[in-house]
């Protein structure tokens, strides 16, 4: 089973800020990696795909990079829809495996 | 607009049954494979199953292989999770989610979600 090992745990940032959120895979996935935003009470919501694909509707101060093992989530200028928690998946294998996620509050 | 509508939650006894139902709308169901994901109250998301478009084809974790088995029907556009000999580490919020595409997709809608929990 692939370990996804997300950092940090907490992210303490001001709205207008940059948010860089980490993602580390324990063996290879190549580009099968997808991050996904979850608000209190709601559902995960796709963001990114395929390590650095928008999925639709997904603004642009989101941006995905990263392969083989380590994966970065930017928010380049926070707005306050976006204080939320973060979770990274895999798909490169079975089981499917999602990190333990990032939660992105408000300094 | 994509929908899916799961239903089916409530509390269950330790060692119970118990039948997840999941609506789907807005897309050619068939086409698409779907999967549950589940999260416990303040934890992470853990993927427990998926299904194939044409339901040939199940994938399960570990956790949960052997007691819980993934249906659909696609005439009425629905999907199923019948949960069997449920335990205390079972109690989560259930979220049905539609792939983009094939098994090897993404989760690219999800539901509302329904709660389940294993109590005495």
């Known amino acids: 089973e692939i370990v996804l090992t997300q950092s940090p745990a907490t992210l303490s940032l001001s709205p207008g800020e940059r948010a860089t959120l980490s993602c580390r895979a324990s063996q290879s996935i190549s580009s099968y990696l997808a991050w996904y935003q979850q608000k209190p009470g709601q559902p995960p919501r796709l963001l990114i795909y395929d390590a650095s694909n928008r999925a639709t509707g997904i603004p642009a101060r989101f941006s995905g990079s990263g392969s083989g093992t380590d994966f970065t989530l930017t928010v380049s200028s926070l707005e306050p829809e976006d204080f939320a928690v973060y979770h990274c998946?895999?798909?490169?294998?079975?089981?499917?495996?999602f990190g333990g996620g990032t939660k992105v509050e408000i300094k | 607009e994509v929908q899916v509508l799961e239903s089916g939650g409530g509390l269950v006894q330790p060692g119970g049954s118990l039948r997840l139902s999941c609506a789907a709308s807005g897309f050619i169901f068939g086409r698409y494979a779907m999967s549950w994901v589940r999260q416990a109250a303040g934890k992470g998301l853990e993927w427990v199953t998926t299904?194939?478009?044409?339901?040939?084809?199940?994938y399960y974790a570990d956790s949960v292989k052997g007691r819980f088995t993934i249906s659909r029907d696609n005439s009425n556009n629905a999907l199923y999770l019948q949960m069997n000999s449920v335990r205390a580490e079972d109690t989560a919020m259930y979220y049905c989610a539609k792939i983009s595409g094939s098994l090897e997709g993404w989760f690219d809608s999800w539901g509302q979600g329904t709660l389940v929990t294993v109590s005495s």
């Open positions: 299904i194939s478009g044409s339901g040939d084809t199940t």
């Open positions: 998946q895999q798909r490169n294998t079975w089981p499917r495996t």
